[in-house]
């Protein structure tokens, strides 16, 4: 029941939305006044209620077709005001199924272009409105868009959103024989890691390339600390890029949870360089943590998957991860790929730094098995299949590793996202430090186990676990 669309009373329209509202109790006791019913326990359905609420306030229309849709336009704007919060909507109506009204701010919202209809995939570009924007219009009956800034007067210009080609196909969307689209993103893997890869490796000077620093190599060896943030997949992709960048180029790294970094004060100085990292390029804490960096002078650089987005646009400078589009909800190959990218920056920064010529080499060479080993270790996928069967009714799993903090964080994070099992990551050396108390014959642990200086040392832990009943 809090599935997207939701409708608004007597099924008089119905709203898609992205976004939080953060007043919505307030709104919501006042419809409850009114007589409005509530199905759901969802921020969404208070703005449908709300906007049917503005609608029964216009005169009525006995005949929309023969009028402007101004007084929907008019009901929309009157909701819209007493939102705090943010939002990318889409509206329809019962009464007048040929109108369409958007509207935006911060959340992203974008419109497809095409030829008799606009539903993706068979738009044949995309046009994305700006910050706090609306849009309405008549598509069906090839009326066009009006679109209107936060002000209500028209933007300057073409009334169209800004357009640009559509970045790939529809067909990349299907799930070619796979159960589900996340199976099919792991299985793609080994093609995205090689999309990242694919020019940027310079072996003649053992080095990575990248064309969108947009900074010298003078200002950058000046940097004297790197900030990369991020939310959930991205930030624990971040910790892979901070043990690789310290220890390929000797540079202090801090990894910072954009929904904190947006609200604290860190000391910085004109050597920090930022990186925001997201899949989607619109990712609302990391945007506001890029913009409040950017406010204290920071040059900032994204990394994201999606061309043309938010970050992207408005970072100094970035890389895109060439992943492809992602449906799956759990980050896949878009992880991955951000840490081929991240690894790849690690080679460029140590280069420019301490690493000499036959290091560089050795780090291309391992790059470039990466989509081979990885597609050695998907042929594992029916002995994963089974072990997953075994544990899948356990009440608690705990993630752990050596020295990777970053994927075991990762893991559990998955197993919580897809499978709805609490999991938790700890280095392997702090399970006696009190998670050990926990362990017994229902509690599986996931060791990873990378042959290194502490692997024995792992492995002691491991006989532990078994000792206590651990599987």
Wanted: aromatic fraction near 8%.
């Amino acid at each position: 029941m809090n599935s997207h669309p939701h409708i608004g009373d007597s099924g008089s329209l119905a709203i898609v939305h992205n976004g939080v509202i953060e007043n919505f109790q307030a709104i919501k006791r006042r419809l409850q006044s009114e007589g409005y019913t509530f199905q759901s326990a969802t921020d969404t359905e208070v703005i449908a209620h709300l906007i049917d609420s503005c609608l029964k306030r216009q005169p009525p229309v006995a005949d929309m077709a023969a009028v402007d849709y101004q007084p929907l336009v008019t009901a929309v704007q009157a909701a819209l005001a007493q939102l705090q919060g943010t939002y990318g909507l889409a509206i329809l109506f019962r009464q007048w199924p040929d109108v369409l009204i958007a509207a935006r701010l911060g959340s992203p919202l974008i419109v497809g272009v095409g030829a008799n209809e606009h539903l993706w995939p068979a738009t044949l570009a995309v046009g994305r409105l700006h910050r706090q924007d609306r849009l309405s219009g008549r598509p069906r009956v090839g009326g066009g868009y009006r679109r209107q800034s936060a002000r209500n007067s028209p933007r300057s210009g073409s009334h169209q959103p800004q357009r640009s080609r559509a970045g790939f196909s529809g067909g990349r969307c299907c799930k070619g024989g796979f159960a589900h689209f996340m199976l099919k993103e792991i299985f793609e893997q080994p093609e995205s890691i090689e999309n990242a890869l694919r020019g940027r490796l310079d072996r003649d000077a053992a080095t990575a390339k990248f064309g969108g620093f947009n900074l010298t190599p003078q200002q950058l060896c000046a940097v004297g600390r790197i900030i990369m943030t991020g939310c959930g997949t991205s930030w624990h992709a971040a910790l892979v890029g901070e043990y690789q960048i310290e220890t390929m180029a000797r540079l202090p790294v801090e990894v910072e949870y954009a929904s904190e970094l947006r609200y604290r004060n860190p000391p910085l100085d004109n050597n920090t360089l930022v990186f925001a990292i997201t899949q989607s390029g619109e990712t609302a804490d990391t945007l506001a943590a890029l913009r409040e960096m950017k406010r204290k002078g920071c040059p900032t650089l994204g990394i994201c998957n999606v061309v043309g987005s938010t970050i992207a646009q408005e970072s100094d400078g970035g890389f895109y991860l060439r992943a492809g589009p992602e449906i799956g909800v759990a980050s896949t190959k878009a992880f991955t790929s951000q840490c081929t990218v991240l690894a790849m920056l690690a080679l460029y920064f140590g280069r420019l730094r301490h690493l000499g010529f036959a290091a560089g080499l050795t780090i291309i060479d391992h790059l470039q098995t990466l989509p081979d080993k990885v597609r050695q270790a998907l042929q594992c996928n029916d002995q994963v299949e089974a072990i997953a069967r075994k544990y899948a009714h356990c009440n608690i799993s705990f993630t752990w590793a050596g020295n990777s903090i970053s994927h075991r964080l990762g893991g559990a994070l998955k197993l919580k996202e897809i499978s709805y099992i609490h999991a938790e990551g700890y280095p392997a050396a702090e399970m006696k430090h009190g998670p050990i108390a926990l362990v017994d014959e229902k509690t599986p642990s996931v060791f990873l186990l990378p042959h290194g200086q502490v692997y024995d040392k792992v492995m002691s832990n491991l006989q532990e676990i078994k000792a206590r009943g651990g599987p």
